[in-house]
Nanobody
Framework: HLVESGGGSAQSGGSLRLSCAVS????????MGWFRQSPGKEREGVAY???????RYEDSVKGRFTISQDNSQNTLFLQMNSLKPEDTAMYYC????????????????????WGQGTQVTVSS
């Protein structure tokens, strides 16, 4: 069970921090990631963390977003800085029992578990 929070509105150049509370399993044992979808566009990956703690980012957010995990809280975070209007989207956290989100994507499947999403709106 994944529950996102922390979305909202921000000005261009501002910051937001998303949280994804995990229940029912230990988050650090699986790979997790943040995805987003804007109206009229396909869902896209944003940032990922593997079960060994390694992180990866899509080029569109590299250097601006940071994915992290607090094992004591069993929570995934996405710190978003230097926000741009094109970051406006519904943001979802996802998890999969496989060790790496790269493995999931290479198999051409979606992560197994998804949250309900949290809206992020960035104005210029």
């Amino acid at each position: 069970h994944l529950v996102e929070s922390g979305g909202g509105s921000a000005q261009s150049g501002g910051s937001l921090r998303l949280s994804c509370a995990v229940s029912g399993y230990t988050a650090s044992r699986y790979c997790m990631g943040w995805f987003r979808q804007s109206p009229g566009k396909e869902r896209e990956g944003v940032a990922y963390i593997d079960d060994d703690g390694s992180t990866r980012y899509e080029d569109s957010v590299k250097g601006r977003f940071t994915i992290s995990q607090d094992n004591s809280q069993n929570t995934l975070f996405l710190q978003m800085n230097s926000l741009k209007p094109e970051d406006t989207a519904m943001y979802y956290c996802a998890a999969d029992p496989r060790p790496s989100m790269s493995t999931v994507r290479a198999l051409g499947v979606n992560p197994l578990w998804w949250g309900q999403g949290t809206q992020v709106t960035v104005s210029s």
